[in-house]
């Protein structure tokens, strides 16, 4: 999966290794400021209001 | 080709494992420690807001009069998520100073403690509450365990410092909203005094209980820095 990502990216290899880089911060972007704070509301304790 | 195959499987699956669990790692890391940093950011930007609305000079005729009259002026009922007052709590520490927003959703309480819309105002006559985080998001309440009868609970609002000493805590029920009555625990009561009540959940990183902390108001004072910009 990620060699064939890594066959399939163009240019050189410092050009890849900076593709490779961004698109990891991007995941890891999507994660932190989407994927997560919808996750967290699931977590066990969230729930601090008595109601 | 079968076994190129198989191959090819099980490499991806591995992948998609490691994959997996580097997810899974990065989600402690955020629910241990980044949600704190935003908290903390949240609460600077907060810090600003309650600076430049809060310290409005108290009138003098205010000082001296009894703590149950009514607010000198209608403040309008601050939005949701908004800076409402600061809370500070010695026995957990002297830096352990929170400004407390408006209202007790989970939107509210990612930025700071939380105070229940419906719950009296700091100083007045009746049930001031505020729920906060025990875990992630800064956990303002994580060692409100920790409180002892008789510990200070400072609250600062509008130029008044409030002082609050604690009476009771306890674990109860996650429906349990009698602790919010305008007298805890007596729904319907006509409340004589200013109590405050802290709640947050219990154990710490569970939902099945509630932890609360009453206390009963002790003191009223202008701030010093409020009197300090009167000139």
């Keep these: 999966m990620y060699g064939w990502i890594w066959n399939h990216l163009p240019g050189p290899t410092v050009l890849r290794v900076l593709l490779v880089l961004s698109l990891i911060a991007a995941v890891v972007g999507l994660l932190f400021t989407v994927v997560f704070p919808w996750a967290v509301t699931w977590l066990p304790g969230q729930d601090v209001s008595v109601e | 080709m079968t076994a190129d195959r198989v191959r090819a499987t099980v490499g991806v699956v591995g992948e998609l494992l490691i994959t997996a669990g580097v997810v899974v790692g990065l989600f402690a890391v955020y629910t241990l420690f980044w949600t704190g940093v935003e908290t903390a950011g949240e609460q600077q930007a907060l810090e600003r807001e309650f600076e430049s609305t809060d310290p409005e000079p108290p009138e003098p005729s205010v000082e001296a009069a009894p703590p149950q009259a009514p607010p000198p002026q209608a403040t309008p009922e601050p939005l949701p998520g ?23 959703d989970l939107a509210d309480l990612t930025r700071g403690p939380g105070r229940y819309p419906d719950s009296a105002e700091p100083g007045q006559v009746g049930n001031f509450a505020v729920a906060g ?25 509008e130029g008044q410092e409030h002082l609050y000493r604690v009476s009771t805590s306890y674990v109860t029920g996650p429906d349990d909203t009698a602790v919010l009555a305008p007298v805890p625990r007596e729904p319907g009561a006509t409340p004589r005094t200013a109590v405050i009540t802290l709640t947050t959940c219990h154990p710490r990183w569970s939902s099945e209980e509630r932890l609360i902390v009453h206390g009963i ?15």
């Design chain 2, 82 to 104: 908004d800076a409402y007052a600061r809370m500070r709590i010695p026995r957990l520490g002297e830096d352990w100073n929170w400004i407390v927003v408006q209202g007790v």
């Design chain 2, 133 to 157: 985080h025990r875990a992630t998001y800064g956990e303002p309440f994580a060692y409100l365990d920790r409180l002892e009868p008789g510990d200070e609970i400072v609250v600062e609002r």
């Design chain 2, 217 to 231: 108001l002790v003191g009223t004072s202008s701030t010093p820095t409020a009197t300090g910009t009167q000139t």
